[in-house]
């Protein structure tokens, strides 16, 4: 039985950070978007469930449910409301929400509705190492491997690593020390531009050579993203 893959659609950094952590501890497949555009995009492709909150760039969360639903799409999807107002409560049931969650909340409420879900549509818990589809683009986490259009592309460790922290939170800006925490480790003693050679050869790889456009974004002053084809 494969794992349950949540989407976090959250535009606040903290709170999907938060719940991103507690929830891949779980041993949940998560991904995280940060605008309403991105979610749509994940949540037609990727997830079995969303966690979804209101007030999102771009799209807002109530239009993102309402779309998915007009598109005959029955994934779980969890509002997140940053309001203690009821009428938001009952617009997202409406729209075809199947539960809410209320800020601020516990970690533990989470999962514990996470599970619920998980049960209910048949789906385990347990980490299973992941395949990120994007158009022509497969990063097979269990492979290690890189395939466009099928075929392989050489990927030194580092590289891959890099690659697949980005495309793990895809159109979310991760800035260079950041990934070098995650990529290199917090006792690695290099500098930031470390990061940026090594996004150039990713680059080099997947843009120039095999002529895909742009999937690693420079973000001005801040680090790097992962831009959805
Ligand atoms: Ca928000």
């Given at each position: 039985m494969p794992a349950l893959r949540v989407l976090i659609a959250e535009d606040d950094a903290s709170i999907r950070d938060l719940l991103q952590h507690h929830l891949a501890r779980e041993g949940l497949n998560v991904c995280a978007a940060g605008d309403g555009n991105v979610a749509l995009r994940l949540a037609r492709n990727w997830a079995d469930m969303?966690?979804?909150?209101?007030?999102?760039?771009?799209?807002?969360?109530?239009?993102?449910?309402?779309?998915?639903?007009?598109?005959?799409?029955?994934?779980?999807?969890?509002?997140l409301t940053a309001r203690t107002d009821e009428v938001d409560r009952i617009v997202g049931l409406e729209l075809g929400a199947d539960d809410y969650i209320v800020k601020p909340f516990s970690p533990r409420e989470v999962i514990a509705r996470v599970k619920a879900i998980a049960r209910r549509i048949g789906k385990t818990c347990d980490a299973y190492p992941l395949i990120l589809k994007f158009g022509r683009l497969e990063i097979d986490e269990a492979a290690r491997e890189v395939r466009v259009d099928g075929a392989r592309v050489r990927f030194k460790p580092r590289e891959f690593s890099l690659l697949l922290e980005l495309a793990s939170n895809p159109g979310v800006a991760l800035s260079r020390q950041v990934l070098l925490d995650k990529v290199w480790g917090f006792d690695f003693s290099g500098d930031e531009r470390t990061v940026d050679v090594h996004v150039r050869r990713v680059r080099l790889k997947l843009e120039d050579e095999r002529k895909l456009q742009g999937v690693l974004m420079t973000v001005h002053g801040f680090g790097y993203k992962f831009v959805v084809q």
């Open positions: 969303l966690i979804l909150d209101v007030g999102l760039p771009a799209i807002d969360g109530f239009e993102v449910a309402r779309t998915l639903r007009r598109e005959k799409r029955d994934l779980p999807i969890v509002m």
